[in-house]
């Protein structure tokens, strides 16, 4: 028998013997604390682990840290509405045409916002730390009947991304009082083509309204990747020397009368 075989023959006496002693140990509490990781840990680098950590540094660094575009200033995703989101909506309509399409409006979800971003450049690993799913751009067409109960459950979210144009009156507790798309009220019997990632179109995150459309275009290539599309969004915007800079405009309001 070699020294393996009395291993694998040994290994499970020697779980009945851990196993059929008691410990006296007991557990008296449960304690936690914040560390906060920032550049005070910079003061008194680590020689040895930042050798050790060298060549990877340089491959990740080498993969994500090509500069795309730039923000203006910091933007986060928040509810009711937020520069980010307000961002990242205009961006699925900005990338329509591209895909044949001409939608009104387009929805973000907040929950695939999975980061923010700071003043300044913004890289390739930036926007993957905003869209690190495999979330991809989509179309389908609503009833203006269908758009509202969308908007409704918007609403009782609290918030969600929607393109420019769109304005929303809810109430704190998750009520629709009003919505105009355009400066128009909202035709029930109308049809209103909507893009979206395909997350959402599945009904996901309470827009359960999103998967009664009909016309759905949804290609499933990787490149349709919503992290695709921000990048492209930002190298063309890059191009033309603009630096981006969304803002808080109103799309989403709480009512406090």
């Known amino acids: 028998m070699n020294k393996k075989s009395v291993f694998f023959a040994s ?55 090509p500069v795309l575009g730039t923000v203006a200033h910091d933007m986060a995703a928040k509810r009711p509405e937020s520069d980010l989101s307000n961002l990242m909506a205009d961006i699925l309509v900005w990338a329509a045409p ?31 730390d905003i869209a690190p799913f495999e979330n991809k751009i989509c179309f389908t067409t609503l009833t203006g009947e269908q758009l509202l109960k969308l908007f409704s459950q918007i609403a009782k979210r609290g918030g969600e991304g929607v393109s420019k144009g769109v304005e929303l009156l809810i109430t704190a507790d998750g009520q629709l009082v009003s919505a105009r798309l355009h400066g128009k009220e909202i035709d029930p019997k109308a049809a209103y083509r909507v893009t979206t990632i395909d997350y959402l179109l599945g009904g996901n995150d309470g827009m359960s309204a999103l998967n009664e459309g009909s016309q759905v275009n949804s290609p499933q290539e990787a490149v349709n990747n919503t992290r695709f599309i921000i990048m492209d969004y930002f190298r063309e915007k890059q191009a033309k020397g603009i630096v981006v800079d969304a803002k808080v405009e109103g799309r989403i309001r709480i009512d406090n009368r």
């Not at 604390?33 to 682990?49: L, N």
């Not at 044949?100 to 930036?126: C, F, H, K, S, W």
């Open 11 to 65: 290994f499970p006496l020697l779980l009945a013997s851990l196993s059929s002693c008691s410990s006296h140990y007991q557990l008296s509490g449960v304690e936690r604390t914040r560390i906060v990781v920032d550049k005070r840990f910079d003061a008194q680098p680590d020689a040895k682990a930042a050798a050790f950590l060298a060549p990877y540094k340089h491959q990740v660094d080498s993969v994500l840290g």
């Open 98 to 128: 591209k895909y044949g399409e001409q939608p009104v409006l387009g929805i973000y979800n907040m929950g695939g916002i999975r980061a923010a971003l700071t003043r300044g450049e913004v890289t390739y690993g930036d926007v993957l």
